[in-house]
């Protein structure tokens, strides 16, 4: 399985296994990695991504990240924040239609990007938040049922 990143911060995966199993395979390591280098625990809950957003804010405090370490990171942050979606609200991992290969998660007829969140989030763009961007979601998905 490869993993690339395309134009528009959509993670790309050349597939040789189920995309979910591999996703959330990366999402361990995030965690793993995180406890490892930053001695805190990612517990796959909407808190957790309080404590990522802070690591992420940790490893741009030397300045923007840029080339493998901010694949490395945007791979790692994308998939951890797409699996709190799939645990925490019952999400799936979904290949976006317009982009073969980009994954999303689909949370009950929405589509979340973590990828792109990731990516905003590890180059510094302001006022973006895994955590605020999770969060979020339940309020998305009760005004799109109140709109059907």
């Known amino acids: ?3 690339a ?3 528009s911060g959509v993670m790309i995966v050349a597939m040789e296994t189920d995309p979910a199993t591999f996703l959330a395979g990366v999402a361990t390591q995030c965690a793993e990695l995180v406890e490892s280098q930053y001695g805190r625990r990612l517990d796959f809950g909407v808190e957790s991504l309080v404590v990522l957003d802070a690591v ?3 490893l741009l405090e030397d300045g923007a990240l840029e080339g493998p370490r901010l694949d490395l990171w945007w791979k790692l942050v994308g998939a951890y924040t797409g699996e709190v979606l799939v645990r ?5 991992w ?3 239609e317009n982009a073969p290969g980009a994954f999303a ?7 979340a990007f973590p990828f792109g969140v990731a990516g905003k989030v590890l ?3 302001p006022y973006k938040s895994l955590s605020a ?6 309020a998305v998905v009760a005004q799109g049922e109140r709109n059907d």
């Open 56 to 58: 992420c804010g940790e």
């Open 105 to 111: 998660v689909s949370v009950r007829g929405n589509t």
């Open 133 to 138: 961007f999770v969060r979020a979601l339940p």
């Open 1 to 3: 399985m490869r993993l």
């Open 94 to 96: 979904v290949e976006h």
């Open 88 to 92: 925490v609200y019952g999400g799936t």
């Open 123 to 125: 180059t510094g763009e």
């Open 5 to 7: 990143d395309n134009d």
